[in-house]
């Protein structure tokens, strides 16, 4: 990772939830469990830009994310857009 990490020092992982089969599909490919993906697609499908803040805050609300968790974050969309960052809780 350009921050310096490795995947194992990710806590959790909150990507856009466009599509379940990718989102596993690119953990399996990282090494990362499935526990260590946030996925909250069942329950509202792809709500485009909206999914990445709506799963960090029910991570949160669920308490999924402790103070000094490492959290990464993921967006991307039509045209190739993305955005990723790194947060230390």
């Not at 308490?63 to 230390?88: E, S």
Request: with cysteine; hydrophobic share 50%.
């Amino acid at each position: 990772m350009l921050s310096g990490l490795e995947c194992s020092d990710v806590d959790l992982v909150i990507p856009h939830q466009a599509n379940i089969r990718i989102l596993m599909a690119v953990a399996k490919k990282l090494g990362l469990p499935k526990e260590k993906i946030y996925l909250n697609i069942e329950k509202y499908g792809n709500m485009s830009s909206a999914s990445t803040a709506v799963a960090l805050c029910e991570a949160v609300r669920e308490g999924r994310i402790k103070k000094g968790n490492v959290v990464l974050l993921d967006a991307f969309g039509a045209g190739l857009v993305w955005g990723a960052c790194v947060i230390r809780w």
